[in-house]
């Protein structure tokens, strides 16, 4: 029943608007209350109290419109108690400085708002936060504007000017917290054009199985066994009919390749296992300033795992307050040695092996592959070697000579 | 025997009556919506809400009267409080013990 709720709201309005709880003496109580309730007062918490009484409430505005009903029935009121907010009011009225306070608070908080306090930076990959922060510093734009100073459009077009890696920038003030969403250029990678001459030479050692020529004149044979750089296709054409010229050639050369892959694994090693218990830490920054909220420097812990934590106050969805609770959590950490049998110990250097594989020979056409174990010093080594067949031409630009 | 007839005036009053709660039985309409009638609403025996009230005829811990139009409701219990009084309207708490409907 949302009357509860109500009922608590009217009582919130009543303390607001301030009233009265007054007693009324006299022999027609009811017809005094009659009386008043017809000119459209409201009472309420009507008690009786003695013999002749009542005791009941009403609003401040309301109260001098009993006098009227009081004195036709007979009737004598006394006020019990002030209640409400414009008696507190009238009670405080001579603290100036408590009202001069609540201004300067409301005003201080309305101008802290206006500027900004963090610079928040996503979407960048390749380029640092901190060189974005020191080109937006460098353009003007920097913790401690005013909001309605900066000019943000030209902000945006000088960063985009003096980062060139980026294609696309925005700058949102929410509150007093900027937040600065760039996007990256995607470089184009560096393509020798299809005019340029140029050569095709060997990326890795291998023996080559397919050559498909189709410009240039081709250098090697199948089964040619050939090392890293050397000449594969040769873009110089030289023929006595036409003579001398240099072209881009074009080729795509399979070679058997080989790779190794190494793993080792320990038979006993030490793990560091969280215990579950923690330690927190707090320090409250008010501006740029860092006000410890501990006492002791220390840490009980000799081994742990440290987190950090940023809390920042905010009013309502978007004002930022200058506050930040920063909290430090500790979790204590506990080496724990494992034993493992010798087959244990493989498993684990092959599993090593095998997500090796999968970062690093992908794409790559596996043709075979062999795996040995090797036991040293309590320590298992595992290697493993592949032959692949890949396309090992690259191209490269004809030097002049 | 002479038959008491019913005077003329009364016998009119009566077919008033009549088609009134003839027109409500077609209807099935509340009292409240044809007649002045008072709507009252209780929770438990510890509140009782009157809408459409005439004013406090008698006030006491143990007693409240209350007109309404035709009849009045008494309410009997112990710790009575007017809780909010307008002038159609009013809510007694306390601990309720009879109501009863009387002229």
Redesign the interface.
Known sequence: MPRGGIMLLLRLINWLRGYVICEITGFF??KF??MV????I???????KGKNS?KMCIRIKDFKKLRHPAKSTGIRIRIKKKKGFPFLLHKYRKRKGVFAGFIAFLAIIFVMSGYIWSIDISGNEAISDEKILNVLNESGFKIGIFTLKCNLKETKEDILTKLPELSWIAINIKGSKAVVEVKERIMPPEIISKDTPCNIIAKRDGIIIRADVFQGVSNVEPGYAVAKGSLLVSGVLDSTAVGFRLVHAEANVYGKTKYVLRAECARSYAEKVPTGNVFFRRTLQLFNFDIKLYIKDSIPYTLYDKMDYKQELKVGNDVYLPIVIKTEKFAQLEEITTELSEDEAKKRAEDIINELEKKELSGKDIQARELSFKLKNDVVYAECIYECVEDIGEEALIENE | MARVRPSKSNKIKKQKVQKINKLEQILELPAILIENMPHIEMSGNREFIIEGSR???????NLVKISAGKFAVTVFGRDL???????DSCIVTGNIDNVSFGV
């Open positions: 109580l009811e209350i009659n309730t017809l000119k459209g409201i009472v309420w918490g009507i008690r009786k009542f | 004013g406090i005829l008698e006030y006491d811990e409080e007017l809780k909010n009084l307008t002038d």
